[in-house]
């Protein structure tokens, strides 16, 4: 049972323009998001978060919006550049623990990420 | 460098073989996580501990599969009679855990295992 969603697998983005990644969760417990960029053959790096009391965080040129009711969120970057081009994970914990989460205490449920890739 | 460090970054073995995987996280963290990232898929949680107490194992942790973190510092995963469907990257993650809970891990590189 896929709790975060991220249907997908591939984009092909022109630098320069803006580039959109989608998440769909359905754990209702899940209250903190975050994205994660992971490059070939290195671990995710922590990327942008939002906490479910936001709508919007905005870092530079990265910003995630969180839509509670839909269960969505989405990550912009704009504008993209070569180096955006990696595989992005949106990520979800709980802070109230629940067994349910799948992710254990304050660990994190992933999705199965997006590649990314900025065309020049 | 003072980030999460995995080692060995890349294991063959062959079948029913043993492996072990060490992980030393970043100092002052007293949470560590172990994932499990296989191809074309996110990284799936295995198990944590706060300090040297294992507080959770996921049901992807079979008998085969133990993690310890003695001294609350360093861990160590390792599996036993390896099977060809445990070839993957097995991350170490860490994170101050019992502050305000940003969620943030932060990850090492990774071991890659590959069974034969």
């Known amino acids: 049972d896929q709790q975060v969603k991220q249907n997908s697998p591939s984009l092909s983005v022109q630098e320069g323009r803006i580039s959109i990644l989608n998440c769909d969760y359905t754990n209702s417990m899940f209250d903190y998001f975050l994205w994660y960029k992971k490059y070939p053959a290195e671990g995710p790096t922590f990327l942008i978060s939002i906490s479910s009391i936001k709508d919007k965080n905005e870092d530079g040129r990265f910003t995630v919006f969180l839509n509670k009711s839909a269960k969505h969120l989405s990550l912009h970057i704009v504008p993209s550049q070569p180096g955006d081009s990696a595989v992005y994970f949106c990520a979800a914990s709980a802070v109230i623990r629940s067994r349910n989460s799948g992710g254990g205490a304050d660990g994190l449920t992933f999705g199965k990420g997006t590649h990314l890739i900025i065309q020049p | 460098d003072t980030g999460v460090s995995q080692n060995p970054r890349h294991k063959i073995t062959k079948r029913g073989q043993n492996v072990t995987f060490r992980c030393d996280p970043i100092?002052?963290?007293?949470?560590l996580y172990w994932y499990r990232q296989t191809l074309g898929q996110g990284p799936e949680f295995l198990t944590y501990?706060?300090?040297?107490?294992?507080?959770?194992k996921s049901r992807l942790l079979s008998d085969r599969f133990s993690a310890e973190r003695p001294k609350g510092s360093f861990s160590t995963l390792e599996i036993q009679r390896t099977e060809q469907g445990d070839s993957a990257m097995y991350l170490c993650a860490s994170k101050m855990g019992g502050t305000a809970n940003t969620g943030e891990l932060f990850f090492g590189e990774g071991s890659r295992l590959t069974v034969l």
């Open positions: 501990f706060q300090n040297e107490a294992q507080l959770e």
């Open positions: 100092s002052e963290h007293n949470r």
